[in-house]
């Protein structure tokens, strides 16, 4: 009735303002349909980031003060805080039948899970005595990594390790009542130049193998060959000699598929590569896994600290040394941008900014 | 009957270009509806989640009372466990990390000699990996203790010869084979390839 010739020619003589605010509706949705993300995904600013640390030694003494440092450090803010930590204990490990890891100390010695354990429980004594009348909350992760080679025991079994002794540690949280502000959860920096996926998915099978059900497993690892302009394989140096590859599938269950598992990308490199890398595994994820649907990112990690030590070499290209602020914006803008990937409003969605460097740096 | 004609052209272009924007609008907000189904995690993710959450707000009723005077903040002093002696010879453990950037690792040897550690990392210049000619090169690290009280010298094999493996040392003479086959030997004495 509307288009009819008479009616339309009645419209257009009572009033073309009925037309012209008709259009300018229109106008209006199609322009903030087509630009909805200027201005909807506006970054905002970089969260207040903590240090993470490469372990050089499990000493409950040492630990302790770390522990104490953060919480001093926390309290010192006035507020309540609300951050995650990574203990990076290094290559998973096995001694005379004994469960470990060889940390980052120059000789990499041997450091079994007994051992982290209590030092991650010293740690989070120390933290929590020291926060005082604060009552900020801290979530350590305790690390380890997928490097294989000939020494490194990336299989089934010490992803199971992994599990119980993370396992134990939140037990122990729970029984001494210091859970109220610590919080543990488990991580490993998932190289794909550091294993075959074969064996870093055993890794992970292991330590998703059994339903506990508190502990979540954060990777923390690269994204070496992926694309950074479609959905691709990702091909990269191996470790112990020759190249490998990696499907999207093979990061998407170490990083997401599995039922614990959770990105925290490292997002070191100042070109956006990585940042671009990760936004392709979360379109893949949101394409082809829909039960999953695009990768939750509630944290960003960067290695500003690290580049800093005597004799380290981020100079690139590219550059790899990304101040916490700028490798947590980098997969801001790139995973918010896309409406398929975009996770403004999810659980914690880039809640968390961390930066590693070493433990005695 | 002129007049409807000549106007009936740009009516239909009107038309035609409010349908498509419509029609684009309607597409648009159907595609950002969909996108927000990424506020809905996992449901063995949330499972996760709310077991945290349940137990976290149980803890902070049990929570133990804090002596507010940092002096009196009791340290835990566990039983210290035995720790554990260095792997020692040619293995293939974790390189620095800080050397990743630049140097393809390989393996190394490790030793303590007169009281300090000597450590050799071996492998290849990370700026020839993907040229035909490779530099193949040596860290010697020596020190004690932390990693502050270690130096570290690099070394360049005399030849391009690919990256470089350690097979054997004695004597504090470094055998090395190369990815061409090539055979070089590190003196550390003298810190110099023979």
Same mark, same amino acid.
């Given at each position: 009735?509307?288009?009819?010739?008479?009616?339309?020619?009645?419209?257009?003589?009572?009033?073309?303002?009925?037309?012209?605010?008709?259009?300018?509706?229109?106008?209006?949705?199609?322009?903030?349909?087509?630009?909805?993300?200027?201005?909807?995904?506006?970054?905002?600013?970089?969260?207040?980031?903590?240090?993470?640390?490469?372990?050089?030694?499990?000493?409950?003494?040492?630990?302790?003060?770390?522990?104490?440092?953060?919480?001093?450090?926390?309290?010192?803010?006035?507020?309540?805080?609300?951050?995650?930590?990574?203990?990076?204990?290094?290559?998973?490990?096995?001694?005379?039948?004994?469960?470990?890891?060889?940390?980052?100390?120059?000789?990499?010695? &041997?450091?079994?899970?007994?051992?982290?354990?209590?030092?991650?429980?010293? &740690?989070?004594?120390?933290?929590?005595?020291?926060?005082?009348?604060?009552?900020?909350?801290?979530?350590?992760?305790?690390?380890?990594?997928?490097?294989?080679?000939?020494?490194?025991?990336?299989?089934?079994?010490?992803?199971?390790?992994?599990?119980?002794?993370?396992?134990?540690?939140?037990?122990?949280?729970?029984?001494?009542?210091?859970?109220?502000?610590?919080?543990?959860?488990?991580?490993?920096?998932?190289?794909?130049?550091?294993?075959?996926?074969?064996?870093?998915?055993?890794?992970?099978?292991?330590?998703?193998?059994?339903?506990?059900?508190?502990?979540?497993?954060?990777?923390?690892?690269?994204?070496?060959?992926?694309?950074?302009?479609?959905?691709?394989?990702?091909?990269?140096?191996?470790?112990?000699?020759?190249?490998?590859?990696?499907?999207?599938?093979?990061?998407?269950?170490?990083?997401?598929?599995?039922?614990?598992?959770?990105? &925290?990308?490292?997002?070191?490199?100042?070109?956006?590569?990585?940042?671009?890398?990760?936004?392709?595994?979360?379109?893949?994820?949101?394409?082809?896994?829909?039960?999953?649907?695009?990768?939750?990112?509630?944290?960003?990690?960067?290695?500003?600290?690290?580049?800093?030590?005597?004799?380290?070499?981020?100079?690139?290209?590219?550059?790899?040394?990304?101040?916490?602020?700028?490798?947590?914006?980098?997969?801001?803008?790139?995973?918010?941008?896309?409406?398929?990937?975009?996770?403004?409003?999810?659980?914690?969605?880039?809640?968390?900014?961390?930066?590693?460097?070493?433990?005695?740096? | 009957?002129?007049?409807?004609?000549?106007?009936?052209?740009?009516?239909?272009?009107?038309?035609?270009?409010?349908?498509?924007?419509?029609?684009?609008?309607?597409?648009?907000?159907?595609?950002?509806?969909?996108?927000?189904?990424?506020?809905?995690?996992?449901?063995?993710?949330?499972?996760?989640?709310?077991?945290?959450?349940?137990?976290?707000?149980?803890?902070?009723?049990?929570?133990?009372?804090?002596?507010?005077?940092?002096?009196?903040?009791?340290?835990?002093?566990?039983?210290?466990?035995?720790?554990?002696?260095?792997?020692?010879?040619?293995?293939?453990?974790?390189?620095?990390?800080?050397?990743?950037?630049?140097?393809?690792?390989?393996?190394?040897?490790?030793?303590?000699?007169?009281?300090?550690?000597?450590?050799?990392?071996?492998?290849?210049?990370?700026?020839?990996?993907?040229?035909?000619?490779?530099?193949?090169?040596?860290?010697?690290?020596?020190?004690?203790?932390?990693?502050?009280?270690?130096?570290?010298?690099?070394?360049?094999?005399?030849t391009k010869a690919g990256g470089v493996r350690i097979i054997a040392v004695k004597d504090l003479q470094v055998t090395l084979i190369a990815?061409?086959?090539?055979?070089?030997?590190?003196?550390?004495?003298?810190?110099?390839?023979?």
């Amino acid at each position: 009735m509307i288009f009819s010739r008479v009616h339309w020619n009645k419209l257009m003589f009572r009033g073309i303002s009925i037309n012209f605010m008709l259009v300018l509706i229109l106008l209006t949705t199609f322009v903030i349909t087509i630009f909805p993300l200027n201005t909807a995904y506006a970054a905002p600013a970089p969260p207040r980031y903590t240090y993470s640390f490469y372990m050089e030694a499990a000493d409950p003494d040492v630990l302790f003060q770390m522990g104490c440092n953060q919480g001093t450090v926390d309290r010192a803010t006035g507020v309540n805080q609300d951050e995650l930590v990574i203990l990076d204990f290094g290559q998973p490990a096995l001694d005379v039948g004994t469960y470990g890891t060889y940390i980052f100390s120059p000789t990499n010695d &041997f450091t079994s899970v007994s051992e982290i354990e209590q030092g991650v429980e010293a &740690f989070a004594s120390g933290f929590y005595g020291c926060t005082l009348e604060n009552h900020s909350h801290v979530t350590i992760i305790v690390g380890t990594n997928n490097l294989k080679g000939n020494f490194g025991q990336v299989n089934f079994a010490h992803g199971d390790e992994w599990l119980q002794l993370s396992t134990r540690v939140w037990s122990w949280l729970s029984n001494t009542g210091y859970l109220a502000q610590v919080d543990v959860d488990a991580g490993s920096d998932m190289e794909l130049g550091y294993a075959t996926p074969a064996a870093t998915r055993s890794w992970v099978t292991g330590f998703t193998s059994s339903a506990v059900g508190t502990t979540r497993l954060f990777n923390y690892g690269d994204a070496a060959g992926c694309p950074t302009t479609t959905i691709g394989n990702c091909t990269t140096t191996l470790f112990s000699g020759g190249t490998v590859t990696w499907t999207p599938d093979d990061i998407w269950f170490i990083s997401w598929g599995a039922n614990s598992a959770w990105p &925290f990308p490292e997002i070191y490199a100042a070109n956006s590569s990585q940042a671009k890398q990760w936004h392709y595994l979360s379109l893949n994820s949101a394409r082809n896994h829909p039960s999953r649907g695009r990768m939750n990112f509630i944290a960003v990690l960067t290695q500003n600290g690290a580049c800093s030590r005597p004799g380290a070499n981020c100079s690139g290209p590219p550059r790899l040394d990304n101040s916490p602020g700028t490798g947590w914006s980098q997969l801001y803008d790139e995973v918010n941008n896309d409406p398929a990937t975009a996770i403004v409003s999810t659980y914690q969605a880039f809640k968390y900014s961390s930066d590693i460097r070493y433990q005695y740096q | 009957m002129r007049r409807l004609r000549t106007r009936g052209v740009p009516q239909l272009l009107l038309i035609t270009t409010l349908a498509m924007m419509l029609v684009v609008s309607i597409v648009g907000f159907a595609s950002v509806i969909a996108s927000s189904d990424g506020t809905q995690l996992p449901a063995d993710k949330q499972a996760i989640l709310d077991r945290k959450a349940t137990l976290q707000a149980d803890a902070v009723k049990r929570a133990p009372t804090k002596d507010l005077d940092l002096t009196k903040v009791a340290q835990r002093v566990p039983t210290r466990l035995p720790t554990h002696p260095p792997l020692t010879g040619i293995s293939d453990i974790q390189p620095p990390p800080e050397l990743k950037q630049e140097f393809l690792y390989y393996n190394r040897w490790q030793e303590k000699v007169n009281g300090e550690w000597i450590i050799v990392y071996a492998g290849v210049q990370r700026a020839d990996e993907s040229t035909t000619t490779k530099q193949g090169v040596v860290y010697v690290a020596k020190g004690e203790g932390k990693a502050s009280n270690f130096t570290r010298q690099k070394y360049f094999t005399p030849t391009k010869a690919g990256g470089v493996r350690i097979i054997a040392v004695k004597d504090l003479q470094v055998t090395l084979i190369a990815d061409e086959g090539i055979t070089f030997v590190f003196d550390l004495a003298s810190q110099t390839f023979k």
